[in-house]
T-cell receptor, first 119, second 113 residues
Framework: DTGVSQDPRHKITKRGQNVTFRCDPISEHNRLYWYRQTLGQGPEFLTY????????KSRLLSDRFSAERPKGSFSTLEIQRTEQGDSAMYLC?????????????????FGPGTRLTVT | GENVEQHPSTLSVQEGDSAVIKCTYSDSASNYFPWYKQELGKRPQLIIDIRSNVGEKKDQRIAVTLNKTAKHFSLHITETQPEDSAVYFC????????????FGRGTSLIVHP
């Protein structure tokens, strides 16, 4: 499977615990995005990487959330001291940018998501 | 920041009818408008997109129109089939680096056989 993969697919945790999710983008994609999706809503942007650099973070991303992409390939999203309000689907997406105007690919390819339930 | 409104939230049609989903956006600098289809329990997938230098784009049974002046864009699906049943999301983004889309809240399309 050459698409975006995410692990785990489901995570149930107790309030106050820390959780970490992993995203493996399509191999040649240099851009990686994290989103959160709750029932009845569209994906909400959390953060974005170009290669290993984290270039943008949403104000939705509280200080309990941290994301890394250490080698510019896979990424991890950690949530510390989880709260019930963190229950959601966490989606990762990747895209490619050549840096040239005519070479831009705008399409984002989404992973299957990690469904987090905080009890 | 950008704000995208999407209507209706639910759309029920008979097989073979047309379906139209409408979105408005607030940031006049937005210039890329993708539409995603998300089937139950699956990932969102791009079905069509349009850039601001184009007013309309078609791909078989689906088409998207864009009115930059009014800041609205629409998805049109003709000859609907039961497999078109899904949640459809519109989004708006602008070039200048990140192409981070702001999504609408989604439209649940139900096509009755």
């Amino acid at each position: 499977d050459t698409g975006v993969s995410q692990d785990p697919r489901h995570k149930i945790t107790k309030r106050g615990q820390n959780v970490t999710f992993r995203c493996d983008p399509i191999s040649e994609h240099n851009r990686l995005y994290w989103y959160r999706q709750t029932l009845g809503q569209g994906p909400e942007f959390l953060t974005y990487f170009q290669n290993e650099a984290q270039l943008e973070k949403s104000r939705l991303l509280s200080d309990r959330f941290s994301a890394e992409r250490p080698k510019g390939s896979f990424s991890t999203l950690e949530i510390q001291r989880t709260e019930q309000g963190d229950s959601a689907m966490y989606l990762c997406a990747s895209s490619v940018s050549t840096g040239k105007r005519e070479g831009h690919s705008y399409e984002q390819y989404f992973g299957p998501g990690t469904r987090l339930t905080v009890t | 920041g950008e704000n995208v409104e999407q209507h209706p939230s639910t759309l029920s049609v008979q097989e073979g009818d047309s379906a139209v989903i409408k979105c408005t956006y607030s940031d006049s600098a937005s210039n890329y408008f993708p539409w995603y289809k998300q089937e139950l329990g699956k990932r969102p997938q791009l079905i069509i997109d349009i850039r601001s230098n184009v007013g309309e784009k078609k791909d078989q049974r689906i088409a998207v129109t864009l009115n930059k002046t009014a800041k609205h864009f629409s998805l049109h699906i003709t000859e609907t089939q039961p497999e078109d049943s899904a949640v459809y999301f519109c989004a708006a983004s602008r070039s200048g680096g990140s192409y981070i889309p702001t999504f609408g809240r989604g439209t649940s399309l139900i096509v009755h056989p």
